[in-house]
């Protein structure tokens, strides 16, 4: 059993994503961490009899020790704003991802969260944006990719319409990101 924590910041509808689709067997949420104490995705851990934590963005050295203590092997960001610092992302090298809601290159990096990734996208006029499942390393959003699925922009999209689309993408995606994930560290 691979053994994951993912961290959140807000309603956890990746985290539902993951909870729903960890039927299988092959992976178990073992905790999940929040750097905002009333991320609404706390409350749908603890519906599905998830361990829970809020821990400050500013207390990095705590997450790790917990991740370690808890005995992870991997750790899913499912819409997870803070950065982690360097020492997780060493100490948890190839076995961290993150949903990124636009085609990395495209609309990512520092400040592209979010609604703000979604204004960006109706600002340039592009036809086509999406979703990216991809590793994390010490730059943001510049780790390997492991899966991308475009998302037409149609004619009209404001930026809610365009994120409702986009996360479900996510939702799909994400849940074969991590299969891709448990899948390489057993292999």
Request: with cysteine; glycine share 10%; hydrophobic share 45%.
């Amino acid at each position: 059993m691979f053994d994951i924590a993912v961290l959140i910041s807000g309603s956890g509808t990746n985290l539902q994503a993951l909870i729903d689709a960890d039927k299988e067997g092959k992976w178990q949420i073992k905790l999940v961490v929040s750097d905002n104490r009333n991320a609404f995705g706390l409350k749908r851990a603890a519906a599905a009899n998830i361990e829970t934590l809020f821990i400050s963005k500013h207390e990095p050295g705590v997450l790790l020790d917990l991740l370690k203590k808890t005995g992870v092997d991997g750790i899913v960001l499912a819409g997870y704003l803070s950065i982690l610092p360097r020492e997780i992302t060493a100490a948890y090298e190839g076995r961290i991802i993150n949903i990124h809601p636009s085609l990395i290159p495209a609309f990512c990096g520092k400040g592209f969260y979010g609604a703000r990734v979604h204004a960006a996208v109706l600002e340039s006029g592009i036809k086509t944006t999406g979703a990216t499942v991809h590793f994390v390393n010490d730059e943001i959003d510049s780790g390997a990719i492991i899966l991308q699925k475009p998302v037409p922009v149609l004619d009209g999209d404001t930026v809610e319409s365009l994120q409702i689309r986009v996360l479900r993408t996510e939702h799909e995606i994400l849940v074969k990101g991590v299969k891709i994930l448990v899948e390489g560290a057993s292999s």
